[in-house]
């Protein structure tokens, strides 16, 4: 008699075995050392660990944006809002932390989670901006207050963080010819200077206000013409 090769790794082969046994759903098999890589010498089988799923004997890692919360799994759940995340190999989604927001795959389907920016604020694992008449000047902002109020005399369009606004130049020189490629790195809207004497920016503007005909502007306030 010859022996054959057990087959392949949805069958498994014990001591004695006059043909292999079919390895079920939710199980992987694995040769005489325990270790599932030679998959056409399957001796016995194990029953998917949490955190992965078990198909045609083979134990696969759970993927990204999904999560495999008991053994014996056969198809990954997906983790479930943008309020949550899963990583790869996750038992049960993670919670995301106050001041981040959740990115990867679809709205259900969250990888990892993500740092509000400046000008930003994350809610509930959604990131937005920071309202007009607001400004956020820190990462990791969790409500529509943001850094607070623009200031008095300035106007502040939505997503605001500070007074600045950074271009880069970049020249490249070749042996030809000089390229001069101006890249706007960051450009985010900042505070603006309310704009002259006939506009007025109250705390908290989104934008200047013109002045009415018969009011003048001090640094504070507007008064009527006497």
Same mark, same amino acid.
């Given at each position: 008699?010859?022996?054959?090769?057990?087959?392949?790794?949805?069958?498994?082969?014990?001591?004695?075995?006059?043909?292999? +046994?079919?390895?079920?759903?939710? =199980?992987?098999?694995?040769n005489?050392?325990?270790?599932?890589?030679?998959?056409?010498?399957?001796? #016995?089988?194990?029953?998917? !660990?949490?955190?992965?799923?078990?198909v045609?004997?083979?134990?696969?890692?759970?993927?990204?944006?999904?999560?495999?919360?008991?053994?014996?799994?056969?198809?990954?759940?997906?983790?479930?809002?943008?309020?949550?995340?899963c990583? *790869?190999?996750?038992? !049960?989604?993670?919670?995301?932390?106050?001041?981040?927001?959740?990115?990867?795959?679809?709205? $259900?389907?969250? /990888? !990892?989670?993500?740092?509000?920016?400046?000008? =930003?604020?994350?809610? /509930?694992?959604?990131?937005k !901006? @920071?309202?007009?008449?607001?400004?956020? $000047?820190?990462?990791?902002?969790? $409500?529509?207050? @943001?850094?607070?109020? @623009?200031?008095?005399?300035?106007?502040?369009? %939505?997503? #605001?963080? %500070?007074?600045?606004?950074?271009?880069?130049?970049?020249?490249?020189? %070749?042996?030809?010819?000089?390229?001069?490629?101006?890249?706007?790195?960051?450009?985010?809207?900042?505070?603006?200077? @309310?704009?002259?004497?006939?506009?007025?920016?109250? /705390?908290?503007?989104?934008?200047?206000?013109?002045?009415? %005909?018969?009011?003048? +502007? +001090?640094?504070? $306030?507007? *008064?009527p013409?006497?």
């Amino acid at each position: 008699f010859t022996m054959n090769k057990c087959g392949s790794a949805d069958v498994y082969c014990p001591l004695g075995s006059v043909r292999p +046994t079919p390895v079920p759903e939710g =199980y992987y098999s694995v040769n005489v050392d325990s270790s599932p890589d030679d998959q056409s010498m399957r001796v #016995s089988q194990k029953i998917c !660990e949490a955190g992965n799923f078990c198909v045609g004997g083979i134990m696969n890692v759970c993927p990204k944006g999904h999560y495999c919360n008991a053994s014996g799994m056969t198809k990954p759940l997906k983790c479930g809002h943008s309020g949550v995340f899963c990583a *790869e190999g996750s038992i !049960e989604p993670q919670q995301v932390l106050k001041g981040y927001y959740t990115v990867g795959g679809t709205s $259900n389907e969250r /990888e !990892e989670q993500v740092i509000a920016p400046k000008g =930003y604020y994350a809610t /509930e694992g959604i990131l937005k !901006e @920071c309202p007009a008449g607001h400004f956020g $000047n820190t990462t990791g902002l969790f $409500n529509d207050d @943001c850094s607070g109020s @623009c200031h008095q005399g300035w106007f502040c369009p %939505s997503a #605001s963080i %500070s007074p600045k606004v950074r271009y880069s130049i970049l020249f490249h020189l %070749s042996s030809f010819f000089l390229h001069v490629k101006i890249l706007i790195l960051s450009f985010s809207f900042q505070q603006i200077a @309310c704009g002259g004497e006939n506009y007025i920016c109250p /705390e908290g503007s989104a934008f200047p206000h013109k002045v009415k %005909s018969g009011y003048y +502007t +001090t640094i504070f $306030n507007v *008064e009527p013409c006497r």
